[in-house]
């Protein structure tokens, strides 16, 4: 599969949530994805990775309007929308993928959550606050 395929699959199927069964058909096993200010391993931290947004926005999709490669990178310009709280959203994002053996070995991934927040909305935004603080202390 050509890496500019592989990767838009990746980010479209599985970040969407849609195909979260096939993640080893896109990521090697010692996958590494930072997001923002966060950082995943493995494809179970794929899963973590991808439950931060299903959590937050149902409905969600995400499609690749762009992309150029170097070497064995991958660089994805895409478009995430869903809705959260009954309000829609949609905010872009920038990925970074390196491949390795055929697979995506580590993502750099940068969305752009603060446009996300202020179209949800101060009390929205509010409320997904106080659950992400309460879940980070649950974990």
């Known amino acids: ?15 969407s949530g849609q195909a979260l069964d096939s993640l080893s058909r896109y990521y090697s096993q010692e996958f590494v994805d930072h997001v923002n200010d966060m950082k995943f391993k493995g494809l179970q931290g794929a899963i973590q990775s991808v439950e931060s947004y299903t959590k937050i926005l149902s409905e969600l999709d995400v499609v690749v309007e762009e992309q150029l490669t170097d070497g064995d990178r991958v660089t994805s310009r895409f478009v995430v929308s869903g809705k959260s709280f009954g309000k829609k959203v949609r905010f872009n994002g920038i990925t970074i993928s390196r491949f390795k053996d055929g697979l995506i070995a580590e993502d750099w991934s940068v969305t752009d959550t603060l446009g996300m927040l202020r179209q949800l909305g101060a009390w929205r935004s509010a409320i997904l606050g106080i659950r992400q603080w309460k879940a980070s202390k649950h974990s």
């Open 1 to 15: 599969m050509k890496l500019t395929t592989q990767a838009k699959e990746a980010l479209e199927r599985v970040c």
